[in-house]
């Protein structure tokens, strides 16, 4: 999954940058929406509590090695040409770990007897995941820059007189 072609400026790889296919996000994004669609449907804390371990795989380990991304890597990545697109990681790792709060959020909230809380969290979930499946639109990735600004200015040394 990570073969990088050295004929295509688009597929190259940046020194220092972690980047993965575009494409393994998607289909991420792909389960994950018919996942959530099932929860909100259901109101089952225990798949929205799988889908949690997945997102918080997803965030400490990298998209390659979460779960779908390794239903990816195994079974679609081999069936399809060699990718011409990658996006960086680290903003991949955010976005799962946004989806991880919200649903831990909901997942607390069925348990604790709170189901609309439950639905509304499960729900915003949802709408980033569809949002990213089927637009290529991931809002995770589209904070992250504004996340890293202000982490490079809480660490940047105040000035003295």
Do not use: H
């Amino acid at each position: 999954m990570s073969t990088i072609s050295s004929t295509s400026p688009q597929s190259r790889k940046p020194a220092g940058i972690d980047q993965v296919d575009v494409r393994g996000p998607r289909v991420a994004a792909w389960i994950t929406t018919f996942v959530l669609a099932t929860v909100l449907l259901t109101g089952s804390w225990v798949l929205l509590a799988l889908q949690a371990a997945v997102f918080a795989t997803g965030t400490a380990l990298g998209p390659r090695r979460s779960p779908y991304g390794l239903l990816y890597a195994r079974l679609v990545a081999p069936r399809l040409s060699p990718t011409t697109e990658r996006e960086p990681v680290a903003p991949l790792r955010f976005a799962q770990g946004v989806g991880l709060a919200f649903a831990v959020v909901g997942t607390v909230a069925y348990v604790s007897g709170a189901p609309v809380l439950g639905a509304v969290a499960t729900g915003a979930a949802l709408v980033a995941a569809l949002l990213n499946a089927a637009f290529g639109i991931c809002l995770g990735c589209q904070i992250y820059p504004l996340v890293a600004l202000v982490r490079a200015r809480r660490a940047a040394p105040v000035p003295t007189r």
